[in-house]
């Protein structure tokens, strides 16, 4: 096992363990063990390096009690190989990284300054909104379909992620992941975690009883409908991924997964940009000198918005709005370092330690576009820019991710500018809560047409 083991009930203990024994070393999360990565070096070395051994999930108990080794994210061996090679390759087939996929998405943003119009500048709370519209981008792919911002299904689900986002985090979804055989027999908000997940269940068969029922196997609506497709090919394989099980937590490990990240980078990246004005009003100037204000932005843009591109990646880096990725594991015997880990070691790589590198990144506590900018001023990358995690399970959404991000920004920048309702001084960035993820102060503001 690597380095020295101990036995801690919080990971905000890891910096000072980094610090004192190293990149590499063994925490006890519980009764289990789990290799910690601590630092750009150790991390890349590990998820891109030496990619296929650390290509396994990690125990996730919060998750997998419920998704039980089925869907993308929490599936292992040739289950999730065979499932991530389908969704990558259908959603490619449904526009993802191109033109069409596009159109969707600066259709929705105008959709999003339709519902901003209407708050007629009070003050409101941006969240729902904000959800509305990146999960609407997924639906049209996943569902084929988009929802109103005034169906109260929608919002219900929108709430139940949200909400569960929020728990998993906690320090209640945090000591479920560590001690799951006693926590589940305890009450507390942790069992609301289930409840949660068994409602969007339902919401999500709902789904699939309608597209079954009105499938056309020659004319494929959507990444539903080619599972089902798929599901009828090899229905008489025993040893076939696809099943009602597996499509129902495909189905939400993509609406999940392709929703609260996004829209909480927006939500986050709202908050730094009322903090830091001075950096908004450089966005808006380079928005109406490339683009004006006569046509959609469009990601053909970014490569002529070096500083709107630098603020994006910045608000990403900074924020570490998924601080230790999720959890790893090593699918076999594996030497790292000196150290032997054996197959199945639960590995965590934090990813917050990443970008917070001080050999990566000028003085990484501060939020500073320039991280990402030239001596010229133009857009500079950087190898240890890691928000959808590195290797083998890197996020499969990265380029959607990436595709909505520039154009959300800059359409709602395009067109409004933000006024918080206190002194941007007294903006307080820290998260609300800090766990499997980090999510921002609940805030409100203002937004008012330029």
Known sequence: MAGRAFVISSLQHVLPLSKKYGPVFTIYLGPRPNVVLYGYKAVREALVENADAFSGRGDFPAVQRFTRGNGIAFSNGDKWKVLRRFALATLRNFGMGKRSIEERIQEEAHFLLK???????????????????????????????????????????????????????????????????????????????????????????????????????????????????????????????????????????????????????????????????????????????????????????????????????????????????????????????????PKGTDVIPVLTSVHMDPEKFKEPESFNPQNFLDENNRFKSNSAFMPFSAGKRICLGESLARMELFIFFTTILQNYTFHPTEDPDLIDLTPSISGVGNVPPQYQFRIVPR
């Open 115 to 341: 519902e901003f119009k209407n708050t007629n500048q009070a003050p409101f709370d941006p969240t729902f909104f904000l959800s509305q519209a990146v999960s609407n981008v997924i639906c049209s792919i996943v569902f084929g379909n988009r929802f109103d911002y005034t169906d109260e299904k929608f919002l219900t689900l929108l709430g139940l992620i949200n909400d569960n986002f929020k728990l998993v985090s906690s320090g209640w979804g945090s000591f479920y992941n560590i001690f799951p055989g006693v926590m589940k027999h305890l009450p507390g908000p942790h069992n609301r975690i289930f409840q949660n997940f068994e409602r969007m269940e339902v919401f999500v068969q709902e789904i699939l009883k309608a597209h079954q029922e009105t499938l056309q196997p020659d004319c494929p609506r959507d990444l539903i409908d080619c599972f089902l497709i798929r599901m009828q090919k090899e229905k008489e394989d025993p040893m076939s991924k696809f099943n009602a099980e597996t499509l129902v937590m495909t189905t939400l490990n993509l609406f999940f997964g392709g929703t609260e990240t996004v829209s909480t980078t927006l939500r986050y990246g709202t908050l730094i940009l009322m903090k830091y004005p001075d950096v908004a009003e450089k966005v808006h100037q380079e928005i109406d000198k490339v683009v004006g204000r006569n046509r959609c932005p469009a990601i053909e843009d970014r490569s002529r918005m070096p500083y709107t591109d630098a603020v994006i990646h910045e608000i990403q880096r900074f924020t570490n709005i998924i601080p230790l990725s999720l959890p790893h594991s090593v699918i076999e015997d594996t030497r790292f370092r000196g150290f032997l880990l």
